[in-house]
């Protein structure tokens, strides 16, 4: 059973940064789908990045692109998104995800298996 525990979110002024960690443990498949997802009340949870643990090749979504940066230590099983240039409309719960198996550029929600418990990220204009 794979466990993912994210850090403490924060809040932020419009134009800052914030990086979110998720320990990671339990991994029993040799290569995973690791992604960060969010969301915000009465809208479904959206794929923000995605990372496979072998390739290390990332995914990132439109609203995201060049500001978020999803990254990976194996070593220490842990899972960051290091979030630049923040905007109001970031403001979310954030939540890491693990999925066992390949096409890691899908993210959709119910792609991915495994859930931490969330952590909320608000950003103020």
């Known amino acids: 059973q794979v466990q993912l525990v994210e850090s403490k979110g924060d809040s932020v002024q419009a134009g800052g940064s914030l990086r979110l960690s998720c320990a990671v443990s339990?991994?029993?498949?040799?290569?995973?789908?690791m992604g960060w997802f969010r969301q915000t009340p009465g809208k479904e949870r959206e794929g923000v990045a995605s990372i496979h643990t072998g390739s290390g090749i990332p995914t990132y979504a439109d609203s995201v692109k060049g500001r978020f940066t999803i990254s990976q230590d194996n070593a220490n099983n842990t899972l960051y998104l290091q979030m630049n240039s923040l905007r109001p409309e970031d403001t979310a719960m954030y939540y890491c995800?693990?999925?066992?198996?390949?096409?890691?550029?899908?993210?959709?929600?119910?792609?991915?298996?495994?859930w931490g418990q969330g952590t909320q990220v608000t950003v103020s204009s």
């Open positions: 339990g991994y029993t498949h040799s290569s995973y789908c």
């Open positions: 995800a693990a999925t066992p198996g390949g096409n890691c550029w899908d993210l959709r929600e119910y792609k991915y298996k495994y």
